[in-house]
């Protein structure tokens, strides 16, 4: 798998997701392509100020889109913190992309970005989420509030 940045062109794919209920479900809402286009300009922004954003995940042999990961910060119980997230095509679920796109992300903004902490909010009932979020070495700390919501806060540190 290759992540690289969004582009425009990318909002077909994304809409594959967005538009997807049963893979938004544990989101705000369902996006259209004009909310689609937002996202892509908001994470392109994101970049530019801040050097993190979501990433576009493509198999590496043969350029498919498979879906998102990558980091933007959020502000939870007034800290600001990179939170990782990832959300990939249903069709790839159960097929360790997301893991491997976590495991990615996490290892550059540990490692190459020397973050002290990265985190993750993650619905309680999104088994699938918490399972990559484990899998990947992130603990749960605690249950906080965030977009009229209780989630899950995990959590992982750097150790260097």
């Known amino acids: 798998m290759t992540l690289r940045a969004m582009a425009e ?4 794919n994304l809409m594959k997701i967005f538009e997807d209920a049963e893979t938004m479900k544990y989101y705000s809402s369902t996006k259209n392509e004009q909310d689609t286009r937002r996202w892509i300009q908001w994470m392109k922004q994101h970049y530019q100020t801040y050097g993190i954003s979501m990433w576009v995940a493509e198999d590496k ?3 498919e889109f498979l ?3 990558g980091m933007v910060l959020q502000k939870v119980d007034g800290n600001v913190d ?3 997230g990832y959300l990939f095509l249903r069709s790839c679920w159960g ?3 997301a893991s491997e796109a976590a495991k990615a992300c996490l290892h550059y903004g540990l490692n190459t970005l020397k973050f002290q902490k990265i985190i993750s909010l993650i619905d309680p ?3 699938r989420s ?3 979020a484990e899998r990947i070495g992130m603990k749960k700390e605690k249950l906080v509030n965030k977009w009229d919501k209780s989630l899950f806060f995990y959590s992982i540190y750097n150790e260097k």
């Not at 062109?9 to 077909?12: I, K, L, M, P, R």
């Open 9 to 12: 062109s990318d909002a077909g």
């Open 125 to 127: 009932a999104n088994y």
């Open 61 to 63: 042999q043969n350029g």
């Open 95 to 97: 097929k360790g992309y």
């Open 130 to 132: 918490i399972k990559v």
């Open 67 to 69: 879906g998102q990961c």
């Open 82 to 84: 990179p939170e990782l």
